[in-house]
Nanobody, 129 residues
Framework: QVQLAESGGGSVQPGGSLRLSCRVE????????LRWFRQAPGKEREGVAM????????WYTNSTKDRFIISQDNANRAIDLQMNSLKPEDTGVYYC??????????????????????WGQGTQVTVSS
């Protein structure tokens, strides 16, 4: 079973920052479509950001592109999500997800949760005053 292990998360006030990290099993790290999803109570899981580890291409959903930064750490086989200027609507469980697909498929399908084969266990992010 492929292993994805998230860390980070927690509670923060609006306007604050948090950093998430996801350790990815060696067998799927290279040339992989890695992303972060989140799920708020009563809502569908939505894509937050994507990175293609083959060349570092990144993609963001509109609500996060000016506040979040996704990056890769090749030495540790990990991806990070730096979340700045957090808002209450960013609250939810954040999941690391992976699929080994070609770059062009990653670009067109990265935010489709139902097509992702590998998931982490999730980490809670709460933004509240």
């Amino acid at each position: 079973q492929v292993q994805l292990a998230e860390s980070g998360g927690g509670s923060v006030q609006p306007g604050g920052s948090l950093r998430l990290s996801c350790r990815v099993e060696d067998t799927i790290y290279r040339n992989s479509c890695l992303r972060w999803f989140r799920q708020a109570p009563g809502k569908e899981r939505e894509g937050v950001a994507m990175i293609y580890t083959g060349d570092g291409l990144t993609w963001y959903t509109n609500s996060t592109k000016d506040r979040f930064i996704i990056s890769q750490d090749n030495a540790n086989r990990a991806i990070d999500l730096q979340m700045n200027s957090l808002k209450p609507e960013d609250t939810g469980v954040y999941y690391c997800a992976a699929s080994q697909v070609p770059r062009f498929i990653c670009i067109s399908t990265w935010n489709r949760a139902f097509e992702v084969p590998y998931w982490g266990q999730g980490t809670q992010v709460t933004v509240s005053s």
